[in-house]
């Protein structure tokens, strides 16, 4: 079983808009696709685990999240990099119809998504790292066994730093630092 890297999308490797949902504003941050490819270079699988809200509160559709998914995809190329999976969890406890949830085992911070990824990529969670801006990332990562690496991006800087393994400044520096005593 393989070790892998989780990240959560927004505020972690693209900038925040809130309700991200048009291709044409995703800007990801400096040194990221640069920071996947190191992490592609070495063979250890990279996985977006995003919670995507606006879809589960009706505010855009799966259509939307896969056009910025796309334009993600295009961006990392470019670098020559590229994720090994995208998981997406929509629902939430204001959501309407199939979305409504109290508590979906997928959203973060419960680790739905990252135990879903384990088994259907091999990966062995205890080995793997989860980078994300917020509390609720860390807390997934936890949740399924992973160490936490916590990035200043995003509502990173709101963030208790004594909840994650690393605090970096950004993804970049995030996958440095974890590449560094990768085991």
């Known amino acids: 079983m393989k070790a892998a890297v989780f990240l959560d999308r927004d505020g972690t490797l693209n900038e925040e808009t809130g309700y991200l ?9 400096p040194g990221s696709a640069e920071a996947i490819a190191k992490l592609n270079a070495r063979n250890i699988p990279v996985i977006v ?3 995507q809200a606006g879809i589960g509160l009706g505010k855009y559709g799966w259509e939307d999240f896969h056009s910025v998914m796309e334009r993600i995809t295009e961006l990392l190329a470019a670098a020559g990099a590229h994720m090994d999976g995208v998981y997406a969890a929509p ?6 119809g199939e979305y409504a949830h109290p508590d979906h085992p997928d959203r973060k911070p419960n680790p739905g998504m ?21 509390k609720i ?3 997934a990562g936890r ?8 990035v200043l991006t995003g509502y ?4 208790d730093p004594t909840l994650a393994d690393i605090v970096a400044r950004d ?13």
């Open 21 to 29: 949902h048009k291709p044409e504003d995703v800007v990801l941050f």
């Open 49 to 51: 685990v995003t919670n």
């Open 91 to 96: 629902h939430h406890e204001k959501g309407v």
């Open 114 to 134: 990252m135990l879903r990824a384990s088994e259907e990529h091999g990966l062995d969670l205890a080995r793997s790292w989860m980078i994300g801006d917020k």
């Open 137 to 139: 990332d860390l807390e």
């Open 143 to 150: 949740n399924a066994g992973c160490r936490v690496a916590l």
């Open 156 to 159: 990173g800087k709101d963030v």
């Open 171 to 183: 993804l970049a520096e995030a996958v440095d630092r974890i590449l560094a005593n990768w085991n």
